[in-house]
């Protein structure tokens, strides 16, 4: 073990504490809870080439490529941070979400979205929370 190790986490603390950036440090949260949970993180804060979109995380998990939409509170006073994933966010979520899996040559029935929501130090994970297809209706 480094013998410098708990200076830098203590670093680390002072740099979240000066940092009033919640959705970075949302992010941050959710990726190392997400690695903790065997997910490989392969891409973070994508965006198309064209536009039209951001994937906060991207990650495999066993055989599966998942997107993940990270949503960060100081706290759930107010709201949940889930229900700030809308019809208009979803359609952006799926375009770009559609163009990762045309490049990385991967199979649309092989992917899922969750969402990972971070409330002051709580974390939340919703497997499947939406299809990257919206669902027809006859």
């Known amino acids: 073990?480094?013998?410098?190790?708990?200076?830098?986490?203590?670093?680390?603390?002072?740099?979240?504490?000066?940092?009033?950036?919640v959705g970075r440090r949302g992010e941050d949260l959710a990726h190392r809870y997400l690695r903790a949970r065997g997910y490989t993180i392969v891409a973070r804060n994508w965006r198309p080439p064209q536009g039209g979109g951001e994937l906060d995380l991207v990650a495999w998990h066993e055989a599966t490529l998942v997107f993940i939409e990270v949503k960060s509170r100081l706290s759930g006073a107010w709201s949940a941070p889930e229900r700030d994933?809308?019809?208009?966010?979803?359609?952006?979520?799926r375009k770009a979400a559609r163009d990762y899996v045309r490049r990385a040559a991967a199979e649309?029935?092989?992917?899922?979205?969750d969402v990972v929501t971070v409330t002051g130090q709580t974390i939340d994970h919703i497997r499947e929370a939406f299809l990257l297809l919206p669902v027809r209706r006859s």
Request: charged share 30%.
């Open 1 to 21: 073990m480094n013998p410098l190790a708990p200076l830098y986490r203590f670093a680390a603390h002072l740099r979240y504490l000066r940092d009033r950036n």
């Open 85 to 93: 994933v809308d019809a208009e966010k979803l359609n952006s979520l």
């Open 108 to 113: 649309e029935a092989e992917t899922r979205f």
